[in-house]
C-alpha cells in the first residue's frame, strides 16, 4: 500500500527582505548563478503572484522559476508544486514577496512569505537594506527573528553596503541571527524598471553580462559555503502521497498560447495544469505571425500589450483571424492583456488610439494611476467553457487600464469579491465561447476549471481543422 506521506529531502532556503524594494530580487539572482557556478543544480520559485521576477530567475537559473501563492494555493498546492519542481535538483531558493512577515492582512500570515516558509519547514536569509546602517541591524534582525518562534530566521544578507570594512561593522553588530554576507551599492548593476516594476528580463532588456555579474557579487561578498550549508540543514519535507500528479491523460486537444514580448504573463503551473488534462501547447506570436497556429482553442495571457499597440495594430491578417476564431465558435481564454488585445481599441497614455482585435465591443484605456491590485475570489454568472455556473476559483488584479464598453448587451463573465472586502463586482465578458477579463487565475485554486477549459476545446474542433 502506498505510504501516506513521502519525505522530501531537497536542501532549500528562502530569500526574504524587510520590506519590498529591499534587494531580493538582485540578490537571488546572484545567489542562483553563484550556485551554479559551484556547480550545482537549482530550482527556484517566487511566494506571490508576480509575473516578472520569475523571468529574472529563470535567466540566471536556465530553468523556469514556479509561483507559490499561499492565498491563491492553498497549502497543498504549494507543496506539491514545490516538490514536483524541485525533484532532482541539488538546492532550492525561493525568493519572498514584500516584507517577510506582509500578506493578505495586518494581523495574519495568509499570503506571506512568513506562511510559506513555514510550510516548507525552509531556513529563512533576510536581506535588509543596510546604507547608512551599523549597530541597528542588531534591533532588525533580533526583531524579525523574535517575532515569530516558529520561523527560522538563520541569517541576514546586508544590501547596498558602502565597503568591505562596512560590512565588518554590520557583522560585528549582529552575532544572531549572523550575517552572512552582503551586496554594494552598483549602480552600474541595477536591473531596468517600468512602471509595474522591473521589467521582464529579456536579453535586449537584461544583457547576459549583468545576470553574470550579480553572480560574481554574490561568490566574493558573501560567505556561500555557510549559505549552503544552512540549506543543507533544513529537515526532510513530509509531503502527502496524494499530492503527486495524475498520470497525463492522451492529447485531446491543442491550445494555441500567445507568448511573446507583449504576452507573457503566465504561472508555470497553470500551463502544467492544461496539460496534464490533456491539452497540447502551441506557443504563437500576436506580434510576429502572420497566422494562428491549427488550434482548437487559445489562451492569451497578460503581458504589456499597451508597449507594443503599434506593431500588434501593423499585424492586422493575425487580427482578423482571431476575430474570426471567436466569431466561429473557438475557445478563447483571456487574462487582462489578452482582453486589452480582444477589445476594439487600445488607448495609450498619450492619447493614441490602436485597432486591436474587435472581439469584446469595448476601449482600454492607459492610466497615469493604478486601477486594480489585489487578490479576487471569482465565481462564473452562467455556464461557460469553465464549466457550470457558479464555477469559483481565485486570482489576482494589477492593472494600469480601465475599460469603456461599447455595448450594453454584453453579460458580464463573473462576479468578483475582493480578498479585503467589499460589494461583489462585475467583472469580465462572455462572448460565444471566449471569456475576456482582467483577472488573472490561479488554477491551483479549483483545478476543474482548467480541466473544463480544455474539456471545452476537445469538444470543438477548431474552424480552421478539417472535420
Not at 44 to 64: E, I, N, Q
Not at 111 to 126: E, N
Not at 183 to 202: K, N, Q, T, V, Y
Not at 407 to 417: D, L, Q, R
Request: neutral net charge; contains cysteine; proline residues 5%.
Amino acid at each position: 500500500m502506498e505510504p501516506e506521506t513521502q519525505q522530501i529531502n531537497v536542501a532549500r532556503l528562502v530569500v526574504a527582505g524587510t520590506e519590498s524594494s529591499a534587494g531580493k530580487t538582485t540578490f537571488t539572482v546572484g545567489l542562483i548563478g553563484a550556485l551554479r557556478a559551484r556547480g550545482l543544480k537549482v530550482a527556484v520559485f517566487k511566494c506571490g503572484p508576480d509575473y516578472l521576477d520569475p523571468t529574472y530567475h529563470a535567466r540566471a537559473a536556465g530553468s523556469a522559476s514556479q509561483n507559490l501563492d499561499g492565498w491563491m494555493m492553498g497549502r497543498d498546492a504549494v507543496i506539491g508544486t514545490f516538490t514536483r519542481a524541485s525533484s532532482g535538483a541539488d538546492l532550492a531558493v525561493i525568493e519572498g514577496v514584500m516584507g517577510l512577515f506582509d500578506g493578505a492582512s495586518a494581523r495574519g500570515e495568509d499570503g506571506s512569505t512568513a506562511q510559506i516558509a513555514k510550510w516548507l519547514d525552509a531556513p529563512v536569509l533576510l536581506v535588509v537594506d543596510a546604507s547608512g546602517m551599523a549597530r541597528s541591524i542588531a534591533a532588525i534582525g533580533r526583531g524579525f527573528r523574535d517575532l515569530d518562534p516558529q520561523l527560522r530566521l538563520a541569517g541576514l544578507i546586508c544590501n547596498r553596503v558602502g565597503s568591505q570594512g562596512h560590512l565588518e561593522l554590520l557583522r560585528e553588530a549582529c552575532e544572531a541571527p549572523p550575517v552572512l554576507g552582503g551586496m554594494p551599492h552598483e549602480a552600474s548593476l541595477s536591473f531596468p524598471e517600468r512602471h509595474l516594476g522591473l521589467i521582464a528580463a529579456d536579453e535586449r532588456s537584461v544583457p547576459q553580462t549583468l545576470v553574470s555579474a550579480w553572480g560574481e557579487v554574490v561568490t566574493n561578498w558573501c560567505d556561500l559555503d555557510a549559505i549552503i550549508a544552512l540549506a543543507r540543514q533544513a529537515r526532510p519535507l513530509a509531503a502527502p502521497s496524494r499530492l503527486q500528479p495524475d498520470a497525463p491523460r492522451p492529447i485531446r486537444c491543442t491550445i494555441g498560447v500567445a507568448f511573446d514580448d507583449a504576452f507573457h504573463f503566465y504561472y508555470v503551473d497553470n500551463l502544467a495544469r492544461l496539460e496534464q488534462a490533456g491539452a497540447e501547447l502551441v506557443r504563437f506570436s500576436p506580434l510576429r505571425d502572420a497566422h494562428l497556429p491549427r488550434v482548437d482553442g487559445l489562451y492569451i495571457g497578460g503581458g504589456y500589450p499597451e508597449a507594443h499597440a503599434g506593431d500588434l495594430q501593423a499585424n492586422a491578417a493575425m487580427r482578423r483571424e482571431i476575430a474570426a476564431f471567436a466569431a466561429g465558435g473557438g475557445v478563447i481564454y483571456a487574462e487582462c492583456g489578452g482582453l486589452m488585445y480582444l477589445c476594439e481599441e487600445l488607448r495609450t497614455l498619450e492619447g493614441r488610439g490602436y485597432a486591436m482585435c474587435g472581439v469584446v465591443p469595448a476601449r482600454t484605456v492607459m492610466c497615469d494611476r493604478l486601477q486594480a491590485l489585489g487578490y479576487v475570489e471569482v465565481s462564473t454568472r452562467r455556464a461557460s467553457i469553465l464549466g457550470e455556473a457558479g464555477v469559483r476559483f481565485r486570482g489576482h488584479q494589477f492593472r494600469y487600464s480601465r475599460l469603456e464598453l461599447r455595448s450594453s448587451a454584453i453579460e458580464p463573465a463573473f462576479t468578483i469579491v475582493r480578498r479585503y472586502g467589499g460589494e461583489p463586482l462585475d467583472e469580465g465578458f462572455q462572448i460565444g465561447n471566449t471569456i475576456a477579463s482582467y483577472v488573472h487565475a490561479h488554477w491551483a485554486s479549483n483545478p476543474a476549471a482548467a480541466q473544463a477549459l480544455v474539456g471545452a476545446c476537445a469538444k470543438r474542433l477548431s474552424p480552421q481543422t478539417p472535420a
